[in-house]
């Protein structure tokens, strides 16, 4: 399930958005004011972002230069050519002026979110002295590399994303359903096992550390 946030200090939008996107089956996260939306930002890594510009404490504008690696929709009553241009230089990936036609907002957030996929699917993750490589299921540890089936590398892809976090094992299965759907609670144990394995062989040490009652997190 991907994960957005409504970056709106407006009640009305905000619960609208909430309520739409939540049908859409989007997870929805919400912040009211440019401040809260770096706090939740230090906590939560999002799929996307839809920013208003006019926002209590820190503006739309001053926060936008300070999210990397997410991609961004501008939502706003400012309709000129030049503040358009302006924010897309700064990193929104997109703008749509308001008021807006929901199902075109949706439109919007679904591009976004393919460019994300597809970009995420064909570039390597860096980790510590581990980096993999999910376009050709292999990885490397201090020069060694290291081969993965498609299910173990869909796992340790998931788990870099997010070093130090522990992620839940229901929350594996279904990140990784679309690419590996033969994989089940049950194999997940024994493929975390042979990561584990694999990399231990090649770097002397273990990367992956099991977290009780939540799921496994990679240690970088």
């Known amino acids: 399930m991907n994960s957005i946030l409504v970056v709106e200090d407006d009640l009305h939008i905000s619960n609208l958005l909430d309520e739409t996107l939540s049908n859409e089956g989007y997870k929805v996260i919400r912040a009211f004011s440019g401040t809260e939306a770096m706090l939740v930002l230090s906590d939560k890594k999002p799929d996307l972002i839809l ?7 820190l503006s739309g504008e ?11 929709i501008v939502t706003s009553a400012k309709a000129e050519t030049s503040s ?4 897309l230089l700064s990193g929104a990936a997109d703008y749509i002026t308001k008021p807006f036609e929901m199902e075109e907002l949706l ?3 679904t591009v976004q979110l393919r460019k994300k996929s597809n970009a995420d699917e064909n570039s390597s993750l860096c980790v510590s002295d581990l980096v993999l490589n999910p376009d050709t299921l292999t990885a490397k540890v201090n020069g060694a590399q ?6 173990e590398c869909a796992i340790l892809k998931l788990l870099m994303q997010t070093p130090q976090r522990p992620i839940g094992k229901s929350t594996i299965l279904e ?3 679309r690419d590996t759907p033969d994989c089940t609670e049950r194999s997940l144990k024994q493929h975390i096992s042979n990561i584990r394995k694999k990399l231990l062989t090649a770097g002397g040490r273990d990367y992956i550390e099991a977290v009780y009652g939540i799921g496994f997190k990679f240690k970088s």
């Open 51 to 57: 920013l208003d510009l006019m926002l209590p404490g």
């Open 62 to 72: 001053e926060i936008l230069p300070m999210i990397k690696n997410i991609p961004v």
């Open 84 to 87: 358009k241009v302006k924010l």
């Open 107 to 109: 439109a919007r957030i």
């Open 146 to 151: 290291v081969r993965l089936t498609r299910t």
């Open 175 to 177: 990140k990784i359903s």
